[in-house]
């Protein structure tokens, strides 16, 4: 798998006040090429298709950690596959981590390890529901933040160890019907990733 990171070809119009210097300074940015180091998977997208979902509106329930906040409450309801849209509100305790580039070379990337944003406030976030490999509830969440000193980070957040703040957090939430979403070990890119299993091939 190739993956292409575009900068992207900016255009800019300087106005009168502009000063050629700066106009000097603008650069055209050539995609950066990440190279998985596995082998070769020809199936570039792997999709399949559901009948139906159901929309619901949750509501994270102070005290709790941003995992059990959607894992409970979607179990009374048989929901254990999802895709979730986390709408801001403020964490007691957030952790994230980011990716760098894997020292070792094992894969393109690392998570590096958890980082403490103290009280922080989740901007937006999305966040899957699936199972591990274990068998085991899974929620993989990607989320933009402000810290409590006005910092903007982004990343994946550790939702075991995040907890709600004060205030029910609202995350609008669509189960997926007749499809798993497992964790799998993928031998292109060398890491685990949540993959859907079951209903009817798409594509």
């Not at 000097?24 to 090429?33: E, G, I, V, W």
């Not at 980011?98 to 937006?124: C, L, N, Q, T």
């Not at 085991?136 to 703040?165: F, K, N, Y």
């Not at 979403?181 to 890491?191: G, I, K, M, N, Y």
Request: glycine fraction near 10%; proline fraction near 6%.
């Amino acid at each position: 798998m190739t993956l292409a990171i575009c900068g992207g070809r900016k255009s800019v119009e300087c106005n009168q006040s502009c000063e050629a210097g700066d106009a000097s300074r603008m650069k055209t940015h050539k995609p950066r090429l990440l190279r998985h180091p596995g082998t070769f998977n020809p199936v570039r997208i792997k999709a399949e298709s559901s009948t139906y979902g159901i929309h619901i509106r949750l509501s994270l329930k102070p005290g709790e950690s941003l995992f059990d906040a959607i894992v409970k409450p979607l179990a009374e309801l048989n929901i254990h596959d999802a895709s979730t849209t986390i709408l801001c509100g403020a964490f007691e305790q957030l952790y994230y981590c980011v990716a760098p580039p894997d020292p070792e070379k094992h894969a393109v990337i690392a998570y590096s390890k958890p980082r403490d944003a103290g009280r922080a406030y989740m901007i937006f976030g999305n966040a899957t529901l699936g199972r591990s490999i274990k068998g085991e509830p899974l929620v993989h969440c990607h989320a933009v933040i402000r810290t409590a000193s006005g910092d903007v980070m982004g990343g994946h957040i550790i939702t075991e160890q995040s907890i709600v703040g004060s205030k029910p957090i609202s995350v609008l939430v669509t189960s997926i019907v007749g499809i798993e979403l497992r964790q799998a070990f993928d031998e292109e890119t060398r890491v685990s990733l949540l993959q859907p299993y079951g209903g009817e091939p798409h594509g």
